[in-house]
Protein backbone atom coordinates (compact mmCIF):
# COMPACT_ATOMS: atom_id res chain seq x y z
CA UNK A 1 0.00 0.00 0.00
CA UNK A 2 1.46 3.68 -1.40
CA UNK A 3 2.69 5.92 1.41
CA UNK A 4 0.07 9.14 1.47
CA UNK A 5 3.38 10.73 -0.20
CA UNK A 6 4.42 7.91 -2.27
CA UNK A 7 2.75 8.61 -5.51
CA UNK A 8 3.09 6.10 -8.71
CA UNK A 9 3.68 7.90 -11.76
CA UNK A 10 0.56 7.54 -14.20
CA UNK A 11 0.27 7.84 -17.98
CA UNK A 12 -0.04 11.29 -17.68
CA UNK A 13 3.05 11.70 -17.07
CA UNK A 14 5.06 9.71 -19.20
CA UNK A 15 3.27 10.88 -21.90
CA UNK A 16 4.72 14.61 -21.64
CA UNK A 17 6.21 15.17 -25.15
CA UNK A 18 9.34 17.29 -23.66
CA UNK A 19 11.37 14.32 -22.58
CA UNK A 20 14.99 16.49 -21.40
CA UNK A 21 12.40 17.84 -18.88
CA UNK A 22 11.38 13.96 -17.97
CA UNK A 23 14.80 12.84 -17.73
CA UNK A 24 15.90 15.41 -15.48
CA UNK A 25 12.74 15.25 -13.71
CA UNK A 26 13.29 11.53 -12.94
CA UNK A 27 16.23 11.72 -10.87
CA UNK A 28 14.97 11.03 -7.49
CA UNK A 29 11.92 9.20 -8.42
CA UNK A 30 11.74 5.80 -7.42
CA UNK A 31 11.86 2.37 -9.65
CA UNK A 32 10.25 -0.90 -8.14
CA UNK A 33 10.36 -4.31 -9.68
CA UNK A 34 8.12 -7.21 -8.21
CA UNK A 35 9.57 -10.25 -9.10
CA UNK A 36 7.95 -13.90 -8.08
CA UNK A 37 6.81 -11.81 -4.82
CA UNK A 38 10.51 -10.18 -4.42
CA UNK A 39 10.32 -5.95 -4.29
CA UNK A 40 13.07 -4.17 -5.27
CA UNK A 41 13.24 -0.39 -5.53
CA UNK A 42 16.22 1.92 -6.21
CA UNK A 43 16.76 5.71 -6.33
CA UNK A 44 17.48 7.47 -10.11
CA UNK A 45 20.47 9.35 -9.73
CA UNK A 46 21.09 9.23 -14.01
CA UNK A 47 19.34 8.93 -17.17
CA UNK A 48 19.69 9.74 -20.44
CA UNK A 49 17.16 11.09 -22.70
CA UNK A 50 16.80 10.09 -26.53
CA UNK A 51 14.69 12.29 -28.71
CA UNK A 52 12.77 10.40 -31.18
CA UNK A 53 13.03 10.79 -35.04
CA UNK A 54 15.78 13.74 -35.10
CA UNK A 55 17.97 12.12 -32.57
CA UNK A 56 20.81 10.58 -34.67
CA UNK A 57 21.66 8.87 -31.14
CA UNK A 58 18.38 7.05 -30.98
CA UNK A 59 17.08 3.24 -32.35
CA UNK A 60 14.57 5.25 -34.13
CA UNK A 61 16.41 8.14 -36.22
CA UNK A 62 14.56 9.15 -39.11
CA UNK A 63 11.59 7.03 -38.63
CA UNK A 64 13.44 3.83 -38.66
CA UNK A 65 11.20 1.02 -36.89
CA UNK A 66 12.22 -3.00 -36.91
CA UNK A 67 11.30 -5.68 -34.83
CA UNK A 68 13.63 -4.41 -31.41
CA UNK A 69 12.92 -0.84 -31.61
CA UNK A 70 9.36 -0.88 -32.44
CA UNK A 71 8.16 -0.26 -28.77
CA UNK A 72 9.61 2.86 -28.90
CA UNK A 73 6.24 4.01 -31.05
CA UNK A 74 4.05 3.02 -28.22
CA UNK A 75 2.12 5.51 -26.33
CA UNK A 76 4.23 6.57 -23.41
CA UNK A 77 4.15 4.96 -20.11
CA UNK A 78 5.68 1.28 -21.22
CA UNK A 79 9.13 0.19 -20.96
CA UNK A 80 11.74 -0.62 -23.81
CA UNK A 81 14.27 -3.32 -23.11
CA UNK A 82 16.99 -4.25 -25.32
CA UNK A 83 19.92 -6.27 -25.37
CA UNK A 84 23.36 -4.26 -25.87
CA UNK A 85 26.40 -5.91 -27.67
CA UNK A 86 24.81 -9.08 -27.14
CA UNK A 87 25.57 -8.78 -23.22
CA UNK A 88 23.15 -6.11 -20.81
CA UNK A 89 19.73 -5.81 -20.82
CA UNK A 90 19.47 -1.90 -20.63
CA UNK A 91 16.13 -0.27 -19.15
CA UNK A 92 14.11 2.75 -21.43
CA UNK A 93 11.41 4.46 -20.34
CA UNK A 94 8.94 5.39 -23.88
CA UNK A 95 7.98 8.93 -23.15
CA UNK A 96 5.50 11.18 -25.36
CA UNK A 97 2.45 10.56 -27.62
CA UNK A 98 1.57 7.33 -29.85
CA UNK A 99 3.82 7.43 -33.03
CA UNK A 100 6.42 9.51 -31.32
CA UNK A 101 9.37 7.43 -30.52
CA UNK A 102 11.01 9.34 -27.13
CA UNK A 103 12.71 7.30 -24.76
CA UNK A 104 15.12 8.19 -21.34
CA UNK A 105 17.52 5.32 -20.91
CA UNK A 106 18.06 4.29 -17.33
CA UNK A 107 22.08 4.63 -16.29
CA UNK A 108 22.12 4.50 -12.71
CA UNK A 109 20.55 3.96 -9.70
CA UNK A 110 21.00 3.77 -5.69
CA UNK A 111 19.44 1.21 -3.85
CA UNK A 112 16.88 1.24 -1.76
CA UNK A 113 14.75 -1.58 -0.81
CA UNK A 114 15.15 -4.87 -0.96
CA UNK A 115 19.08 -4.16 -1.00
CA UNK A 116 19.69 -7.99 0.40
CA UNK A 117 17.95 -9.47 -2.97
CA UNK A 118 19.64 -6.72 -5.01
CA UNK A 119 23.40 -8.11 -3.58
CA UNK A 120 21.94 -11.78 -4.17
CA UNK A 121 21.69 -10.58 -7.82
CA UNK A 122 24.42 -8.72 -8.67
CA UNK A 123 26.65 -11.04 -5.90
CA UNK A 124 28.42 -7.73 -4.47
CA UNK A 125 27.81 -5.82 -1.51
CA UNK A 126 24.86 -2.56 -1.78
CA UNK A 127 28.26 -0.57 -0.74
CA UNK A 128 30.11 -1.11 -4.08
CA UNK A 129 28.88 1.37 -6.49
CA UNK A 130 29.17 -0.86 -9.49
CA UNK A 131 26.09 -2.94 -7.93
CA UNK A 132 24.25 -0.43 -10.24
CA UNK A 133 26.14 2.37 -11.76
CA UNK A 134 25.60 2.02 -15.60
CA UNK A 135 22.40 1.11 -17.27
CA UNK A 136 23.78 -2.84 -17.56
CA UNK A 137 24.33 -2.78 -13.62
CA UNK A 138 21.18 -0.86 -13.12
CA UNK A 139 19.12 -3.67 -15.10
CA UNK A 140 20.94 -6.53 -13.54
CA UNK A 141 20.03 -5.09 -9.85
CA UNK A 142 16.66 -4.62 -10.23
CA UNK A 143 16.14 -8.41 -12.22
CA UNK A 144 15.31 -7.16 -15.46
CA UNK A 145 15.51 -8.59 -18.77
CA UNK A 146 14.08 -8.97 -22.41
CA UNK A 147 10.88 -10.21 -20.27
CA UNK A 148 10.26 -6.98 -19.41
CA UNK A 149 10.33 -5.20 -22.55
CA UNK A 150 7.12 -3.47 -23.16
CA UNK A 151 5.92 -3.75 -19.52
CA UNK A 152 3.08 -1.24 -18.09
CA UNK A 153 4.57 1.11 -16.15
CA UNK A 154 1.42 1.98 -14.34
CA UNK A 155 1.69 -1.59 -13.36
CA UNK A 156 2.34 -4.42 -10.56
CA UNK A 157 5.67 -5.60 -11.89
CA UNK A 158 7.54 -2.63 -12.43
CA UNK A 159 6.38 1.24 -11.76
CA UNK A 160 7.87 4.51 -10.67
CA UNK A 161 7.39 6.34 -7.21
CA UNK A 162 7.41 10.34 -6.44
CA UNK A 163 8.79 10.36 -3.05
CA UNK A 164 8.60 14.23 -3.13
CA UNK A 165 12.08 14.07 -3.54
CA UNK A 166 13.49 17.74 -5.67
CA UNK A 167 16.80 18.75 -6.03
CA UNK A 168 18.52 22.49 -6.81
CA UNK A 169 19.76 23.35 -9.98
CA UNK A 170 23.15 23.45 -9.03
CA UNK A 171 22.82 20.07 -7.45
CA UNK A 172 21.99 18.27 -10.80
CA UNK A 173 24.89 18.02 -13.52
CA UNK A 174 24.21 17.81 -17.64
CA UNK A 175 26.69 16.36 -20.37
CA UNK A 176 27.21 14.56 -23.01
CA UNK A 177 26.09 11.47 -23.46
CA UNK A 178 28.22 8.30 -23.29
CA UNK A 179 29.29 5.81 -25.83
CA UNK A 180 26.71 7.40 -28.69
CA UNK A 181 30.02 8.75 -30.95
CA UNK A 182 28.47 7.23 -34.08
CA UNK A 183 25.65 10.17 -34.07
CA UNK A 184 28.30 12.65 -34.80
CA UNK A 185 27.26 16.09 -33.89
CA UNK A 186 24.19 14.82 -31.98
CA UNK A 187 26.53 12.84 -29.72
CA UNK A 188 27.80 16.32 -27.87
CA UNK A 189 24.33 17.26 -26.93
CA UNK A 190 24.19 17.55 -23.17
CA UNK A 191 21.00 15.15 -22.59
CA UNK A 192 23.25 13.26 -20.23
CA UNK A 193 21.56 14.23 -16.28
CA UNK A 194 22.91 12.76 -12.66
CA UNK A 195 22.92 13.94 -9.09
CA UNK A 196 26.37 15.62 -8.41
CA UNK A 197 28.22 13.64 -5.99
CA UNK A 198 25.88 10.66 -6.00
CA UNK A 199 28.51 7.33 -5.67
CA UNK A 200 26.25 5.76 -7.92
CA UNK A 201 26.32 7.90 -10.89
CA UNK A 202 28.54 5.79 -13.58
CA UNK A 203 31.85 7.31 -14.77
CA UNK A 204 32.98 9.90 -15.80
CA UNK A 205 30.60 11.22 -12.80
CA UNK A 206 32.11 14.72 -12.48
CA UNK A 207 31.61 18.02 -15.29
Known amino acids: MLRKDHIKLQYSYYQNRDVLYLA ?45 NETMYSEGGVSYVYLC ?49 GPGSAAKALGIDKSFNEKDLTGEEIWIEDHGTQYQADQVASTSRIGVAYAKEDALLPWRFFIKNNKYVSKPNKI
Open 24 to 68: KDLLGKVLFTQINGQVTADIIVETEAYYGLTDKASHAYGGRRTNR
Open 85 to 133: YGIHYLFNIVSSVEGEPHAILIRGIEPLIGKEIIESRRKISVTNPSISS
